[in-house]
T-cell receptor, first 111, second 113 residues
Framework: EDQVTQSPEALRLQEGESSSLNCSYT??????LFWYRQDPGKGPEFLFT???AGEEKEKERLKATLTKKESFLHITAPKPEDSATYLC????????????FGTGTSLTVIP | NAGVTQTPKFQVLKTGQSMTLQCAQD?????MSWYRQDPGMGLRLIHY???????DQGEVPNGYNVSRSTTEDFPLRLLSAAPSQTSVYFC????????????FGPGTRLTVT
């Protein structure tokens, strides 16, 4: 069965304190891995898509990387406005058009 | 572009009542989907559609019906509401269902008493 696991569940950082969020997946053939940001009371907002091991994508203070078993979302020198829940989702070759989401990491950045 | 819109934003139902959650997108996306989000469970796929006239079941389809008569609209029907269907429902759309990012609506918070 395809699975997506995110860790940690929650993370508190001081402003400027860099860290990484993890998304591990077990799928039989990855079609794509997606990172989203979700603010309280809102729908998820797309951040990155990664397709193959070794791929990296960057946007402002965020950098996503992908290996054959996991993806990391690196946050460099975070600011309070980076506080949100970060969701990871995968789509596998053997599950057609379905996407599977992890339970997310709730990030709080303290000024 | 309005993107993905959902109505209503909040709804309270009594057990056994039926209702339809509306979802529309103005991006001419072929793929549309419905998720429910529960604490500690993450987003779970209910139903999805790869184009007008084509729908399929996701991970948790029981108790829900969908149809896709136009590219723009993808309503979700609760046939006979149950307390277990209390959740936040999100509609999403994508250019295609294959390895493209999804764009989500603002959600509908549903409470079934």
């Amino acid at each position: 069965e395809d699975q997506v696991t995110q860790s940690p569940e929650a993370l508190r950082l001081q402003e400027g304190e860099s860290s990484s969020l993890n998304c591990s997946y077990t799928v039989s053939g990855l079609r794509g891995l997606f990172w989203y940001r979700q603010d309280p009371g809102k729908g998820p907002e797309f951040l990155f898509t990664l397709y193959s091991a070794g791929e990296e994508k960057e946007k402002e203070r965020l950098k996503a990387t992908l290996t054959k078993k996991e993806s990391f979302l690196h946050i460099t020198a975070p600011k309070p406005e980076d506080s949100a829940t970060y969701l990871c989702a995968v789509q596998a070759l053997d599950t057609g058009n379905q996407f599977y989401f992890g339970t997310g990491t709730s990030l709080t950045v303290i000024p | 572009n309005a993107g993905v819109t959902q109505t209503p934003k909040f709804q309270v139902l009594k057990t056994g009542q039926s209702m339809t959650l509306q979802c529309a997108q103005d991006m001419n996306h072929e793929y549309m989907s419905w998720y429910r989000q529960d604490p500690g469970m993450g987003l779970r796929l209910i139903h999805y559609s790869v184009g007008a006239g084509i729908t399929d079941q996701g991970e948790v389809p029981n108790g829900y019906n969908v149809s896709r008569s136009t590219t723009e609209d993808f309503p979700l029907r609760l046939l006979s509401a149950a307390p277990s269907q209390t959740s936040v429902y999100f509609c999403a759309s994508s250019i295609t269902g294959v390895a493209y990012e999804q764009y989500f609506g603002p959600g509908t918070r549903l409470t079934v008493t």
